[in-house]
Nanobody, 126 residues
C-alpha cells in the first residue's frame, strides 16, 4: 500500500503563486511515475503535470509555462510550483502515483493512476 498526503493549498489572488507538496509513504512505494491532477466543481478530473522517476516531465497546455513539477526521490516527495495563478486554476488538487511504472506515458489516462492523495484546495480570486 501507498499513502499520499498533499499540502500547500490555499487562497491567493490572481497573479500569485503557491507551492504544493505531496509526501508518499508505504512499504511498496518505489518512486514511480507521479502526477498532479485537479478537479473543479462540475468538471472532470484533469491531469496537469507528470514526472517520471528519472525526471522527465509533461504538462497540460493549460498550465505549461506557469506550473513546474518536481520531485525529491530521497524524500519521497513531489512538488508543484504554481505561478501566475488565475481564477480558472481554482480546483481541488490531487497528487497520484502509478506504481506499476517509472515512466509516465503522455497518453496515460487519469484513472490509470492507482494511488491518490486526499486533495488540497486551491482558490484563486480575481
Amino acid at each position: 500500500q501507498v499513502q499520499l498526503v498533499e499540502s500547500g493549498g490555499g487562497s491567493v489572488q490572481a497573479g500569485g503563486s503557491l507551492k504544493l507538496s505531496c509526501v508518499a509513504s508505504g512499504a511498496t512505494y518505489n518512486n514511480p511515475c507521479m502526477g498532479w491532477f485537479r478537479q473543479a466543481p462540475g468538471k472532470e478530473r484533469e491531469k496537469i503535470a507528470t514526472i517520471s522517476t528519472g525526471g522527465i516531465t509533461n504538462y497540460a497546455i493549460s498550465v505549461k509555462g506557469r506550473f513546474t513539477i518536481s520531485r525529491d526521490n530521497a524524500k519521497n516527495a513531489l512538488f508543484l510550483q504554481m505561478n501566475s495563478l488565475q481564477p480558472e486554476d481554482t480546483a481541488m488538487y490531487y497528487c497520484a502515483a502509478d506504481t506499476r511504472t517509472k515512466y509516465c506515458g503522455i497518453y496515460t489516462g487519469v484513472w490509470r493512476y492507482n494511488y491518490w492523495g486526499q486533495g488540497t484546495q486551491v482558490t484563486v480570486s480575481s
